[in-house]
């Protein structure tokens, strides 16, 4: 198959992947819904198109953080990328680098922060998972900034195991070459054990803390509630990521689209706001941004074109994502990032 849609590469990464390993990616919490609603949502978020406009020339770049990037797509934190590819993490950065734009190296990974950054040249951020007590969190945080990762991204979502039915009716195997490249890095597991310490529950007292070990801008992911947001701002943080961890940990909350409107009204423009979950189509990241979104993370779509064929697959799905939004941009009149907002949408 020549995959021309995000959908062909989930379906090429279906092919290639062990049942496990395709249970971990697409499945979520309980009966799923909400993995199925973060995509559905955006169908319902209609497009009204300007004409007349000159369009000639579209401009996708822009910036988050300061950091320039050249379309709106970073690639999110995902764990055990060996799974779908012996090259893992190495790949997609590389991938990342060469499309412009931002990886985000997760806690979880099967190659260091520091193999990372030494084979991909492209902006990275680190994903926070708190393993560990205070003194290996700050050991994450200080390796992550001495190797140059430019910000720091709280996963707030993930402290508790949730119940993922396909994982107690199937459950997760290893394989046995899959490493914990960070972790190990950091002295918190044996070279090649898979047995993750437990997780340090975080509350927003421990922000101030984070704040006080790190010269990098704090971003919170898993930010679902206006409420949420603007206690971000009040503790000095950053950016946030609108996200419900891609249904993995709970069923049945808003999409993630359905949570920006009420998000951007509360804090919009007093904090940086990304958004993940559920982005499957050029137009999809159009719609974040015309809700107040400056940028949207994806993480399954990218495994899927990393699964079909390593570095090439996930370059693929970002030039295919590129092309979707250029194309949309200009059947809907808006020459650049800057001229798209709230007046591209319906949410009738």
């Keep these: 198959m020549n995959p021309i849609t995000v959908a062909d590469y989930e379906a090429l990464a279906r092919e290639k992947l062990t049942e496990t390993a395709w249970d971990h990616y697409a499945g979520g919490a309980e009966d799923e819904r909400t993995v199925a609603d973060n995509c559905l949502a ?203 961890h891609g249904g993995r940990q709970v069923d049945g909350t808003l999409a993630t689209i359905e949570a920006l409107p009420e998000i951007v009204e509360r804090v919009g423009s007093r904090i940086e706001i990304l958004l993940d979950g559920g982005v499957r189509r050029g137009t999809d990241v159009l719609k974040a941004l015309a809700l107040g979104a400056k940028a949207v993370l994806i993480a399954r779509p990218y495994l899927w074109g990393l699964a079909a064929s390593g570095e090439e697959g996930v370059r693929g799905v970002l030039d295919m994502l590129r092309d979707e939004i250029d194309c949309a941009m200009a059947q809907l009149g808006r020459p650049d990032i800057k001229s798209i907002n709230s007046t591209m949408v319906d949410l009738r």
Aim: include cysteine.
């Design 42 to 244: 955006f169908r319902h978020i209609k497009l009204r198109p300007r004409v007349l406009v000159d369009v000639g020339k579209r401009d996708l770049t822009t910036e988050v953080l300061g950091q320039p990037i050249a379309l709106p797509v970073l690639l999110g934190p995902t764990t055990y990328q060996r799974l779908a590819h012996a090259d893992a993490e190495i790949a997609s950065a590389r991938a990342a680098a060469a499309a412009g734009t931002i990886f985000v190296v997760p806690t979880e990974g099967h190659y260091s922060v520091r193999a990372i950054a030494a084979a991909a040249p492209g902006p990275l951020w680190f994903q926070l998972y708190t393993f560990g007590d205070r003194e290996s969190i700050a050991q994450f945080v200080s390796g992550a900034e001495q190797t140059g990762c430019r910000a720091l991204v709280v996963t707030v979502t993930a402290f508790y195991e949730p119940r993922r039915e396909r994982h107690l009716r199937r459950p997760l195997h290893l394989p046995p070459d899959l490493r914990l490249g960070t972790l190990e890095e950091a002295g918190l597991v044996a070279a090649g054990s898979l047995e993750e310490p437990a997780m340090l529950p975080l509350t927003w007292l421990d922000i101030a803390w984070l704040r006080s070990i790190t010269r990098m801008p704090i971003v919170l992911k898993g930010i679902m509630t206006g409420e949420d947001a603007a206690l971000a701002v009040e503790h000095g943080v950053d950016a946030i990521v609108v996200s419900n």
